[in-house]
């Protein structure tokens, strides 16, 4: 189970990116008690779905912040964000059939969180700050 709470280490320095992966980790933690919990298929299957529709708001709102700093490394970062969410799903249609456990979904959901924003969204979070005109 992922029990784990918000750490600053998590956090890039911008309010509303910050307060948007407090989201997601929130989101995780439901999904793996459930999980643990053994709930029904089909409940899982709808906070796994709630996941991917957060992260594509949620990668959204990054991107035009990208865009509105200018931030250089924006094509990179925006291919990542397509990246993850093309995996995310081919590992849920895998679920649905059979062919994958949801232990490793939730895993691969964990950790896709914690190196995304660690790494790549800390970049970020650091351009921003030295750059932000408002």
């Known amino acids: 189970m992922i ?13 509303r990116i910050d307060s948007e992966h407090r989201v ?5 933690r439901t999904i793996s008690t459930e999980v643990e919990a053994n709930s029904n298929k ?29 931030y250089p490394g924006y094509d990179e970062h925006r291919h990542e964000h ?12 895998q679920f649905r059939s059979g062919a994958l456990p949801l232990d490793s979904i939730v ?5 896709w969180f914690a190196l995304h924003t660690t790494q790549v969204d800390k970049r970020l979070g650091e351009y921003i700050q030295q750059n932000d005109k408002l």
């Open 3 to 15: 029990n784990i709470d918000w750490d600053t280490n998590f956090e890039v320095g911008h309010e």
């Open 24 to 28: 997601f980790l929130n989101l995780i």
């Open 42 to 70: 089909e409940r899982i299957l709808r906070l796994l779905a709630e996941l991917v529709k957060y992260a594509e708001f949620h990668f959204l709102s990054e991107e035009n912040e990208m865009l509105r700093v200018d």
């Open 82 to 93: 397509e990246k993850l969410l093309t995996k995310f799903t081919d590992m849920m249609a």
């Open 107 to 111: 895993e691969f959901v964990f950790l």
